[in-house]
C-alpha cells in the first residue's frame, strides 16, 4: 500500500475575485437565535432513479447543541447530522456529514465522509475541518484503490467572510425556504477539490408537487457551485415550513423525495395578554369589601384591646400625655407630642425633653 503526502501552504487566501455578496453578509449577520428554532428538526426522504425505482436514502437531522474546545467556554451551537447512502448504476455511494454550527452557521468543526464503492477500483474521501481561535484548518485522507494521499490546508478566517460549509448549507436552505422572496445571494464554499469558490443561490418560485395522496404547492431554490472546473447546480423544493420536498443535482440520473407528508412545524401562537379594565372602587357599595372592612376592623379593635388588657401602664402614660397637653395647649400638637414620648425611646438621649419650649429640635423641620 503506498501513502503520499501532499504538501500545501500554511495559510492559504483566497482567490482573486471571489468574495461573498453584501446581500449575503447582511443575511448572516442578522441571523437571531429564533430564526432558526423551527428549523431543527429531523427529516427522512427517498433517492428515486429515472424510472421511480427507490435506490436510497437521505436524512437530515438539526438539533440544539453545546460544543467546547479545549482551554475555551462551552458554547451554544446546533449539532447536524446528514447522510446520504444508495446506488447508481449498480454502484454503492454515499456521503456523511457531521457538524457543529454557531447560531450564525459559522462551522466549529465538521466530518464529511464520501465513498464510491465500485468492485476494480473504490474512492473513499474524508475531510475534517475545525477552527481553532482565527484560523479554520482542514485536513483530508483520500483513499483510491490501495493509495492513500493526505492533505492539509489553513484558512485565516478573517479573508472567509460569507463561508458557508456543506453542514451549514443544509440549515441555511431551510432559513431561505421559510423566508421565501429572496434575491440572488453569493457566499463563499469549497468545491468537491477543497478549492476555494463562490456558492450562488438563487429563488425558483413556486409549483405543485404530490406528496403522498396530496398535491401542495413546493417554493424553489437553486444553488450553484462555481468550481474552476466543471459548475455543479442543485434544485430545490420545500414545504412552507423548511422541510425538504424534493431535491435534484442537474445531469444526475438519481432525485430525491419526499414520499409522505411530515408534521409541519409552525410557531406556536401566543394568547394575548388579557386586559383588565380599570373600575372606581367604592368599597361602601361592595358587599364583599364591607365584610373584609368590617372583619378587619373588628380584628384591630380585639387586638388593640388584649395589647391595653396585658399593658395596663399604657393607660396611666396617655392619660399623663393629655393632661399635659391640656396644661400646655401648644399650637403644633405634632411637634409637642413628638417631644413628650422622645425620652421613651432607647436610641433616645436622657434628659429634659421640656427644658425649653423654643429649643431647636429635629422633630420642627418635620413636614407636616
Same mark, same amino acid.
Given at each position: 500500500?503506498?501513502? #503520499?503526502?501532499?504538501?500545501?501552504?500554511?495559510?492559504?487566501?483566497?482567490?482573486?475575485?471571489?468574495?461573498?455578496?453584501?446581500?449575503?453578509?447582511?443575511?448572516?449577520?442578522?441571523?437571531?437565535?429564533?430564526?432558526?428554532?423551527?428549523?431543527? $428538526? %429531523?427529516?427522512?426522504?427517498?433517492?428515486? &432513479?429515472?424510472?421511480?425505482?427507490?435506490?436510497?436514502?437521505? *436524512?437530515?437531522?438539526?438539533?440544539?447543541?453545546?460544543?467546547?474546545?479545549?482551554?475555551?467556554?462551552?458554547?451554544?451551537? =446546533?449539532?447536524?447530522?446528514?447522510?446520504?447512502?444508495?446506488?447508481?448504476?449498480?454502484?454503492?455511494?454515499?456521503?456523511?456529514? !457531521?457538524?457543529?454550527?454557531?447560531?450564525?452557521?459559522?462551522?466549529?468543526? /465538521?466530518?464529511?465522509?464520501?465513498?464510491?464503492? !465500485?468492485?476494480?477500483?473504490?474512492?473513499?474521501?474524508? @475531510?475534517?475541518?475545525?477552527?481553532?481561535?482565527?484560523?479554520?484548518?482542514? @485536513?483530508?485522507?483520500?483513499?483510491?484503490?490501495?493509495?492513500?494521499?493526505?492533505?492539509?490546508?489553513?484558512?485565516?478566517?478573517?479573508?472567509?467572510?460569507? =463561508?458557508? @460549509?456543506?453542514?451549514?448549507?443544509?440549515?441555511?436552505?431551510?432559513?431561505? %425556504?421559510?423566508?421565501?422572496?429572496?434575491?440572488?445571494?453569493?457566499?463563499?464554499?469549497?468545491?468537491?477539490?477543497?478549492?476555494?469558490?463562490?456558492?450562488?443561490?438563487?429563488?425558483?418560485?413556486?409549483?405543485?408537487?404530490?406528496?403522498?395522496?396530496?398535491?401542495?404547492?413546493?417554493?424553489?431554490?437553486?444553488?450553484?457551485?462555481?468550481?474552476?472546473?466543471?459548475?455543479?447546480?442543485?434544485?430545490?423544493?420545500?414545504?412552507?415550513?423548511?422541510?425538504?420536498? &424534493?431535491?435534484?443535482?442537474?445531469? @444526475?440520473? !438519481?432525485?430525491?423525495?419526499?414520499?409522505?407528508?411530515?408534521?409541519?412545524?409552525?410557531?406556536?401562537?401566543?394568547?394575548?395578554?388579557?386586559?383588565?379594565?380599570?373600575?372606581?372602587?367604592?368599597?361602601?357599595?361592595?358587599?364583599?369589601?364591607?365584610?373584609? $372592612?368590617?372583619?378587619?376592623?373588628?380584628?384591630?379593635?380585639?387586638?388593640?384591646? *388584649?395589647?391595653?388588657?396585658?399593658?395596663?401602664?399604657?393607660?396611666?402614660?396617655?392619660?399623663?400625655?393629655? /393632661?399635659?397637653?391640656?396644661?400646655?395647649?401648644?399650637?403644633? !400638637?405634632?411637634?409637642? #407630642? #413628638?417631644?413628650? =414620648?422622645?425620652?421613651?425611646?432607647? #436610641?433616645?438621649?436622657?434628659?429634659?425633653? $421640656?427644658?425649653?419650649?423654643?429649643? &431647636?429640635?429635629? =422633630?420642627?423641620?418635620?413636614?407636616?
Amino acid at each position: 500500500m503506498e501513502s #503520499a503526502f501532499t504538501p500545501i501552504p500554511e495559510t492559504l487566501e483566497p482567490p482573486t475575485g471571489k468574495s461573498a455578496s453584501a446581500e449575503a453578509l447582511d443575511l448572516l449577520s442578522s441571523i437571531e437565535p429564533n430564526d432558526l428554532s423551527l428549523c431543527l $428538526f %429531523a427529516e427522512s426522504l427517498q433517492t428515486v &432513479s429515472e424510472s421511480g425505482t427507490e435506490v436510497g436514502t437521505f *436524512t437530515v437531522s438539526v438539533q440544539p447543541a453545546y460544543y467546547q474546545q479545549e482551554g475555551e467556554e462551552e458554547e451554544k451551537c =446546533f449539532l447536524v447530522h446528514a447522510s446520504s447512502h444508495g446506488t447508481v448504476d449498480d454502484v454503492p455511494c454515499g456521503t456523511s456529514i !457531521v457538524a457543529y454550527l454557531t447560531p450564525r452557521l459559522e462551522t466549529l468543526e /465538521q466530518h464529511l465522509h464520501e465513498y464510491i464503492k !465500485v468492485k476494480s477500483h473504490s474512492l473513499d474521501k474524508k @475531510s475534517h475541518m475545525k477552527k481553532r481561535g482565527g484560523i479554520l484548518e482542514i @485536513s483530508r485522507v483520500i483513499t483510491e484503490g490501495e493509495q492513500i494521499q493526505h492533505q492539509t490546508w489553513s484558512h485565516d478566517l478573517s479573508a472567509l467572510s460569507g =463561508f458557508v @460549509s456543506e453542514a451549514s448549507n443544509l440549515l441555511l436552505m431551510r432559513l431561505l %425556504a421559510r423566508r421565501r422572496s429572496i434575491q440572488e445571494l453569493n457566499f463563499l464554499t469549497f468545491d468537491g477539490e477543497m478549492n476555494l469558490c463562490v456558492s450562488s443561490y438563487r429563488e425558483l418560485g413556486w409549483r405543485p408537487q404530490v406528496i403522498g395522496k396530496d398535491s401542495v404547492e413546493v417554493y424553489g431554490l437553486e444553488r450553484t457551485i462555481h468550481s474552476e472546473d466543471i459548475p455543479v447546480t442543485w434544485q430545490y423544493y420545500f414545504l412552507p415550513d423548511g422541510h425538504l420536498a &424534493s431535491r435534484v443535482q442537474v445531469g @444526475s440520473p !438519481v432525485a430525491v423525495r419526499l414520499m409522505e407528508m411530515p408534521i409541519l412545524s409552525e410557531p406556536e401562537e401566543q394568547d394575548p395578554k388579557p386586559v383588565f379594565e380599570k373600575k372606581p372602587l367604592n368599597w361602601e357599595e361592595d358587599a364583599e369589601l364591607r365584610s373584609e $372592612f368590617l372583619d378587619r376592623k373588628e380584628e384591630l379593635i380585639s387586638d388593640h384591646r *388584649t395589647f391595653l388588657a396585658r399593658h395596663p401602664d399604657m393607660k396611666i402614660l396617655l392619660s399623663d400625655f393629655m /393632661q399635659f397637653l391640656l396644661l400646655r395647649k401648644p399650637e403644633d !400638637v405634632f411637634t409637642f #407630642a #413628638a417631644e413628650y =414620648f422622645a425620652p421613651f425611646s432607647l #436610641a433616645e438621649e436622657r434628659g429634659d425633653s $421640656f427644658r425649653s419650649s423654643k429649643r &431647636s429640635n429635629t =422633630f420642627q423641620n418635620i413636614p407636616k
